[in-house]
């Protein structure tokens, strides 16, 4: 853990200047919109260890895979999001003297991520070698407004020093490259440079399947002057200020950028709507926008705000996922999803993985409207075809679907085989998450033309994935990797056992259901997709009454895998902290070989169906997993959370709920370097709902059993739920629901069935 952070309910807060946080900090104090992002380097230059980092969604890099790409089904390339063209650079010097923060004297450093509002803003007083102070104020943000849009104010005082040339050079930089690269390839070319009055412009493109960017700047600086000269080089375009210096007087200029892509533009457009875009934000102001930018997320917060009292740490952790979150993804865009990374970091690439459809659906269920979910589906359904590709490279037939385990376009491109070929549970996520929601927004319109011709092709890669044991008269699934990473090539996983069986028997549901409702629809696809009703149907069906669970015969617990408890069983609290994270100081055969789990794996599964388990299955797969777990990946803290809390383990809830929440801020796994865990971030909100408010949709109603933690007050946050909005508050002694929509809503709390008519509060006792 690194905790330099202060705590405070709206704001990230970093005090002091110390280099070795500084990876940590360029990703925890990240800005987005959904669109694009930019990690918190700073617009100065800096010449101490960092990762300037411009993403932008959507534009990536196929980089060649370097080992397996010879076996057959492997990946041919891993999508690595592009490093951008540096918009925000501004480079200050005084008398030709470069202001670095890694050679002068720092002192009142100061970042702050304003998470209320949307911005970041930072202050220093940098000591040069010859002696001169200066104070340096900014601000930046990228736009919710404008989506295309960065802008910046940035301020230059000088304290000691008069009569001195003060230069300021605004520029934008192409010559930018990723850091991981496989064969060290540059991720985008240049195409051209263009300077103009207070504006220059740099075309790139991606160097394999020529995704275009045009990025540009203008800028005003304040005081006026008219000593400017641009500046056009190889992949860097600039404008250099002179001007005096006087002591106290300060300089400011005002800098706004634009990143355009030919996803959205024709290649002739790019520049000029580039070109349109920057100058219409210097127009309409800095002011302006930044006003703009506090409205914008004023309405994100009235949504989405989880407001906790009594835990101030809590407060932060749980406003800077939503943030992070929002700042990710805004839903809009089909050919879009949730980036584990976001845009903090380059690991994990530019791909898509099960975290979205295991973790990110049900968040954005509650959370924003209908249509981002549906877009969140939307996008695995338009890829249905290459996962269809991608399982005929295996061997499978008959339009059988394997969905890829990390993506961007639906090509597969997980280059680590345990992971390609093994972590096959993934396929049931994609299930899972059309069964959700649909569940949540009672859309069956989408199961007719969407989820069943996605169901129909993942169950037949199940039917084909499944082997019949002869020793066992049962069905088994042999070669497999399930969540715990931390074992592969294992055989009978419970958990994907279980999936790929409730699967099949969810297809089977939702064919009688389309047969009924849309008989002319099924009829079309049936013949589209070649389904052999009852010959399919049956085969799934005696899969699903023949399949083998290990299960421990003595306790009844459900065994991870086969032969789990031929392992030496040892528990996480008994390893020395000295080799935590187990996986950055053990081997990785010594780490297969032990019993340590990495997340939530049977637990995993429990979550997904809890309410067809009780509690005392539930207690004691929990009771004999969670101690075994040693937490290394970002997922498994928020699971194990959700599951103690409906146990009514209070210190366990307590614990992983705030490892799940501060995992970052706290950098409990010693990563966030490499960028921020956005995916698992919405876990957080998970556990507060699903865990300690024990939110679930029951036979089509929303069902609540509050459970509260000792050292908070209250606890609350807003659901909406087939076209209400809900404000729910729990309290030591009290449920309060607001209904604060046009219609009434019946909800169960604690069994108890409950009328809240339109736009109506009601107060539960407890």
């Known amino acids: 853990m690194n905790q330099y952070l202060k705590i405070d309910p709206w704001k990230i807060i970093e005090e002091g200047f110390n280099p070795d946080n500084n990876r940590s900090s360029e990703s925890l104090f990240s800005i987005g919109n959904g669109y694009m992002g930019q990690r918190a380097s700073f617009e100065e230059k800096y010449s101490g260890d960092m990762l300037q980092g411009n993403y932008i969604a959507g ?132 195409v051209a440079e263009k300077t103009e009055k207070n504006a220059a412009f740099i075309t790139t493109k991606t160097t394999k399947h020529d995704i275009h960017v045009c990025t540009g700047m203008s800028f005003s600086i304040t005081p006026a002057t008219s000593k400017i000269e641009a500046i056009k080089q190889d992949k860097h375009v600039a404008h250099q200020i002179t001007l005096p210096t006087q002591t106290d007087q300060t300089v400011t200029i005002y800098k706004y950028a634009a990143n355009v892509t030919s996803h959205d533009y024709e290649l002739e457009q790019l520049l000029p709507k580039c070109k349109e875009l920057s100058k219409n934000a210097m127009s309409k102001g800095f002011d302006t926008m930044l006003n703009e930018q506090r409205t914008a997320w004023a309405e994100k917060w009235q949504q989405n705000d989880v407001i906790i009292e009594g835990d101030e740490a809590m407060q932060q952790g749980i406003r800077f996922s939503i943030f992070q979150l929002a700042q990710t993804f805004s839903g809009k865009d089909q ?36 249509a981002v979910t549906k877009n969140l589906l939307l996008y695995r359904y338009n890829h249905l075809d290459k996962a269809i590709k991608n399982a005929a490279a295996l061997g499978y037939i008959n339009g059988a679907a394997l969905f890829p385990m990390a993506t961007v376009n639906g090509d597969e491109c997980q280059n680590e085989w345990e992971i390609t070929f093994e972590e096959i549970h993934r396929n049931g996520a994609m299930a899972h998450a059309i ?63 279980n999936i790929a069986c409730w699967t099949m028997k969810y297809a089977i549901e939702v064919i009688d259901y389309v047969k009924q409702a849309s008989p002319e629809k099924y009829s079309t696809l049936s013949k589209k997709l070649n389904f052999k009703e009852t010959e399919e149907s049956e085969k799934w069906q005696d899969i699903i009454s023949n399949m083998y669970f290990p299960i421990d015969k003595t306790t009844g617990v459900f065994l991870q895998q086969e032969d789990y408890l031929d392992k030496e069983q040892i528990m996480a609290k008994d390893l020395d902290p000295a080799v935590r994270p187990i996986n950055q100081y053990w081997s990785w055969d010594r780490i297969l070989r032990s019993c ?171």
């Open 59 to 190: 534009v990536y890099f196929p980089d060649p895979t370097k080992v397996g790409w010879w076996k057959n089904g492997y990946p041919e390339y891993y999508a690595r999001i592009a490093n951008n063209t540096n918009w925000i650079g501004i480079d200050v010097a005084i008398d030709n003297e470069t202001l670095d923060l890694a050679t002068c004297k720092v002192n009142d450093f100061t970042r702050v991520l304003n998470m209320q509002e949307g911005y970041l803003e930072r202050s220093f007083t940098a000591t040069l070698a010859s002696g001169k102070k200066l104070k340096i104020e900014s601000l930046r943000f990228i736009s919710l407004v404008d989506k295309e849009i960065g802008a910046i104010k940035y301020s230059v005082t000088p304290l000691n020093f008069s009569n001195s040339l003060m230069t300021i050079t605004p520029y934008l930089d192409s010559d930018v490259k990723n850091e991981s690269t496989n064969y060290g390839d540059t991720f985008v070319a240049t």
């Open 335 to 370: 050919r879009l999803n949730v980036n584990p990374k976001g845009f903090t970091g380059e690991k994990y690439g530019a791909t898509i993985q099960w975290d979205s459809e295991s973790i990110c659906v049900p968040y954005y269920l509650s959370t924003a409207p209908e």
């Open 435 to 497: 069964f959700n929601y649909v569940r949540y927004t009672d859309d069956k319109n989408y199961l007719v033309d969407y989820g069943l011709e996605v169901l129909i092709a993942i169950a037949r890669y199940w039917a084909q994935r499944v082997h019949f044991s002869p020793a066992k008269n049962q069905y088994v699934i042999h070669g497999v990797t399930g969540p715990n990473e931390y074992e592969n090539n294992i055989n009978n996983n419970w958990h994907t056992n």
């Open 596 to 766: 340590f789990i990495k997340q939530a794996d049977v637990l995993q599964g429990i979550y997904f169906f809890m309410d067809q388990f009780d509690h005392e299955t539930i207690k004691k797969n929990f009771d004999f997993y969670e101690p075994r777990t040693v937490h290394e990946s970002s997922l498994s803290p928020s699971t194990h959370a959700i599951l103690a809390a409906r146990l009514g383990y209070t210190d366990k809830t307590y614990e992983l709920l705030l490892r799940s929440i501060r995992l970052d801020l706290d950098d409990y796994n010693s990563e966030v370097s490499e960028g921020c865990h956005i995916t698992s971030m919405a876990g957080s909100w998970l556990v507060i709902a699903h865990g300690l408010a024990g939110m679930w949709v029951k036979n089509g109603k929303l069902t609540f059993a509050p459970f509260m933690l000792p050292n908070w007050k209250s606890y609350s946050f807003k659901t909406s739920f087939r076209g209400c909005l809900l404000n729910v508050k729990i309290t030591r002694d009290s449920v309060i629901i607001d209904n604060e929509s046009d219609k009434a809503i019946n909800v169960v709390v604690n069994d108890i069935e409950h009328t809240i008519d339109a736009n109506q509060m009601i107060n539960i006792r407890k």
